[in-house]
């Protein structure tokens, strides 16, 4: 969000966005009464062992961790394998390429398809090497063709693990994403479907490639600090206050903004070392957090349900409109974590402004390639997604009045600028 909001909000002076009640971009799904109600509940048996009992259920597998994220599961796995090289799309979440470098090895870039926001068997095909390790992702709950990409593996020598982070629990076609590939990596961090503030579960799909029991002792071998994550939950309960439509629009956003204009320059990534320092790497995931997981799988279907219902609103108000979506016959509706749109041939911070000044912040992400900037003319399509994709929000605490209403203000505005432009 930060880049493109500094760039866009670079010129303007002065209140960019009314005071009135803002759609925050996204809102946990976990309650403030479910948040205090848990640090009773969770007290009694074992919830780490019981969310595992539960992953192995809905997964089919056997061998299921917990790890402090999404980021600390990917570095886990490739630490446990002996390839050098990792191969990853240019275009995703950049603490993925964190993992790779907390775990010490090469990472090799390929470009998103040129049809889709993923990188597909088609860019993996000329980087699959015997020996590389594959690492694939559904983004934003967007499935890629896991399939033909294991298959690539499968015969090329590589190994692969699934990046289901953001798709948990998507069933395509019926199967689980997550339990394709050789190892499946689901996150709980605080922007996914069921949150936890943190932590991830990893399932080993492939036993032959790493004995889980190997893998469970070098995990264990990790030093990890335990306890209670209390700053984690405090900042959560103001976060549930903080995101309510009407002290958004009159407070959070305003605060918001006012740090995105003065963040004209980029955050510097981690270096490995910093990163092995934060709760992500060296944060045990709590028996709390893992309550937590568990309550919200309990109300899945509820949950799909409505994020569904709000899929088919945006759909419908997008239909014959020139706002392009990215959502395939092959997508689990229920399970997609943000409806990715762009605006052909409107530059992203034109949007964005004139989003801001109708009360509606639309969300950005992964603003830049993962590769160095000397090497961006190799991924063109990765660059584009990071300067043209705008998030719409699914949640199960936006109506469907407020995304039909955000819909038809982003058609608005795709009309209007294009009105401008001819006249
Ligand atoms: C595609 C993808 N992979 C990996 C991660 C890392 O997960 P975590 O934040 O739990 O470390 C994320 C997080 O946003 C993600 O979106």
Redesign the pocket.
């Known amino acids: 969000m930060e880049i493109a909001y500094s760039k866009a909000l670079r010129e303007i002076e002065g209140r960019v966005c009314p005071w009135q009640s803002v759609t925050p971009p996204n809102r946990l799904e976990t309650t403030n009464r479910e948040l205090l109600l848990g640090l009773y509940t969770s007290r009694g048996g074992d919830p780490r062992e019981a969310l595992r009992e539960a992953l192995r259920r809905i997964t089919g597998r056997r061998h299921v961790f917990l790890a402090p994220?999404?980021?600390a599961a990917i570095a886990q796995i490739l630490s446990v394998l002996p390839s050098h090289e990792v191969v990853m799309p240019a275009y995703?979440?950049p603490?993925?390429k964190t993992a790779a470098e907390v775990a010490g090895k090469r990472i090799i870039y390929v470009d998103c398809s040129a049809g889709s926001l993923n990188a597909t068997s088609a860019e993996f095909e000329a980087e699959a090497r015997p020996g590389r390790v594959l690492l694939p992702?559904h983004?934003f709950g967007l499935p890629t063709d896991i399939d033909n990409i294991c298959a690539l593996a499968k015969e090329r020598e590589c190994v692969t693990i699934e990046?289901a982070?953001?798709s948990f629990p998507s069933r395509p076609d019926g199967r689980l994403l997550g339990t394709v590939a050789d190892f499946g990596v689901f996150?709980f961090?605080r922007?996914k479907r069921l949150p936890a503030f943190?932590g991830?579960a990893i399932v080993v799909n492939n036993e032959r490639v790493v004995d889980p029991e190997v893998f469970e002792s070098h995990a264990a071998a990790v030093p990890m600090k335990d306890g209670l994550p209390i700053r984690e939950l405090l900042f959560s309960l103001i976060f549930n206050f903080a995101t309510q439509p009407s002290v958004y629009g009159r407070f959070t956003l305003h605060r918001i903004l006012r740090g995105h204009r003065s963040t004209l320059d980029v955050e510097e990534a981690p270096t490995p070392a910093e990163a092995r320092n934060t709760p992500?790497f060296n944060r045990a995931f709590h028996d709390y957090q893992a309550h937590l997981v568990l309550r919200a799988l309990n109300r899945w279907e509820t949950i799909g349900q409505h994020i569904e219902n709000l899929l088919a609103v945006y759909k419908s108000t997008f239909a014959s409109t020139s706002v392009r979506t990215f959502i395939t016959g092959a997508c689990d509706e229920k399970a997609l974590l943000r409806f990715p749109i762009t605006l052909s041939g409107i530059e992203r911070g034109e949007i964005l402004r004139r989003a801001l000044r109708c009360g509606l912040y639309l969300e950005t992400n992964y603003e830049s390639p993962l590769a160095p900037k000397s090497e961006y003319a190799k991924y063109p399509n990765a660059c584009w997604a990071a300067e043209n994709v705008v998030l719409l929000p699914l949640y199960r605490r936006l109506s469907r009045e407020a995304a039909e209403t955000i819909g038809r203000q982003v058609v608005a505005i795709s009309e209007e600028v294009r009105c401008v432009a001819k006249a």
């Open positions: 994220s999404g980021r995703t979440c603490v993925v992702t983004i990046d982070a953001a996150s961090e922007s943190r991830a992500f």
